[in-house]
């Protein structure tokens, strides 16, 4: 089976999970009520590195390389392509809220609502991500298992090792 650039895709699913579980920490911790210390500070700075290059960068991958391929199969405009691109720009905006809010809490602001958004906006996050990832887990791989020869396979892993090794900022999903 020519899967080899879906497992590719697949291995950041699972380090996509691990980074959502600790936003997932940083929800409980914040719940302390008390303004964030430096151990807080660090804790979110690194989920939001982790973020930006494993989400965020996984996002190009499919955006830059799987989508296009698929086009030949899928229509663009329309049914999961459509639908998966949304959720890209979805999580890509919630991410930069999360970033926003955090920020405040970072630098000391710890009042009741601005607490209370970080909160909602880091859970969205967290079921957006759970929820887009299922999706293609189940649903998208599966399905472009089939269309995919050894050679097309092999050619879009190594899109996706370049694109992930030229280190091209990932924050500008859109």
Same mark, same amino acid.
């Given at each position: ?42 804790? @979110?700075?690194? +989920?939001? #590195? ?7 960068? &996984? /996002?190009? $991958? %499919?955006?830059? *390389? =799987? !989508? ?49 958004? @970080?909160?909602? +906006?880091? #859970? ?7 929820? &887009? /990832?299922? $999706? %293609?887990?189940? *649903? =998208? !791989? ?33």
């Amino acid at each position: 089976m020519a899967d080899r650039c879906l497992q590719h895709l697949l291995r950041d699913h699972r380090e996509a999970e691990k980074v959502v579980a600790e936003i997932e920490s940083l929800v409980e911790v914040q719940r302390s009520d008390r303004p964030w210390d430096a151990a807080r500070r660090e804790s @979110f700075a690194q +989920v939001v #590195r982790f973020y930006e290059e494993v989400v965020l960068g &996984h /996002i190009q $991958k %499919e955006e830059k *390389v =799987l !989508f296009p391929a698929l086009e030949n199969f899928l229509p663009h405009d329309m049914g999961p392509l459509a639908v998966l691109r949304g959720e890209h720009r979805e999580i890509a905006s919630l991410f930069r809220r999360l970033c926003e809010v955090g920020g405040m809490l970072a630098v000391g602001r710890s009042d009741a609502p601005l607490v209370e958004e @970080f909160e909602r +906006v880091a #859970r969205s996050t967290i079921q957006m991500t759970r929820d &887009h /990832i299922y $999706k %293609e887990d189940r *649903v =998208l !791989f599966p399905m472009v298992a089939r269309f995919l020869s050894i050679e097309r396979d092999q050619h879009l892993l190594g899109e996706m090792e370049a694109l992930a090794a030229s280190k091209e900022p990932a924050q500008k999903v859109r």
